[in-house]
């Protein structure tokens, strides 16, 4: 016997900024801990401020090259993580803290890879990053200039 219940019904919207924002703080954190701490190892540690850094920097030629590797390398490492686990998963471990998700159009890895492309932080790249921050503020439904060129989402699913 089966029983002919009503289906939940379920609608997708934009989550709060401050999830969005958390659940990327997260991701952070896990990917420093998984990625960023062999890269520890490489990258010389540089204290002092901006300036003393730049003069190190200059000095050091070769060690400039290595830092522009390792930080590309990092970068897409980077894209990678966001861009496999939103494509298979639909959602990275931070996201998937708050309850939101990614979903795309389209049913190919393309998609992900060119949303998350700002996260090389790299020229052009990192200026889409500064873009993307400005068009989650400005538009009503906090979408980043990376998710239309994407033509993914980054959604909450309510229960009604």
């Known amino acids: 016997m089966s029983l002919n219940l009503p289906q939940e019904r379920v609608f997708a919207a934009s989550p709060p900024l401050w999830k969005r924002f958390v659940a990327f703080l997260a991701d952070l954190f896990i990917l420093d801990a998984v990625i960023g ?12 401020g901006f300036g003393d850094t730049m003069e190190f920097l200059n000095a050091r030629p070769d060690i ?8 590309l390398a990092y970068g897409l490492l980077a894209v990678l993580y966001f861009s496999i686990l939103e494509y298979r998963l639909g ?20 998609p992900y890879i060119l949303r998350n492309l700002p996260m090389l932080l790299i020229f052009p790249f990192f200026i889409l ?3 993307d921050v400005v068009y989650i503020l400005v538009r009503k439904d906090s979408r980043r200039l990376s998710e239309l060129i994407s033509r993914t989402s980054t959604v909450q699913y309510y229960a009604l």
């Open 37 to 48: 701490s062999p890269f520890q190892r490489v990258v010389p540690a540089m204290t002092g």
């Open 64 to 71: 400039a090259v290595s830092l522009s590797l390792v930080m």
């Open 91 to 110: 959602a990275t471990p931070g996201k998937m803290l708050f309850g939101i998700s990614v979903r795309g159009e389209e049913q190919r890895f393309s």
């Open 129 to 131: 990053l500064f873009i």
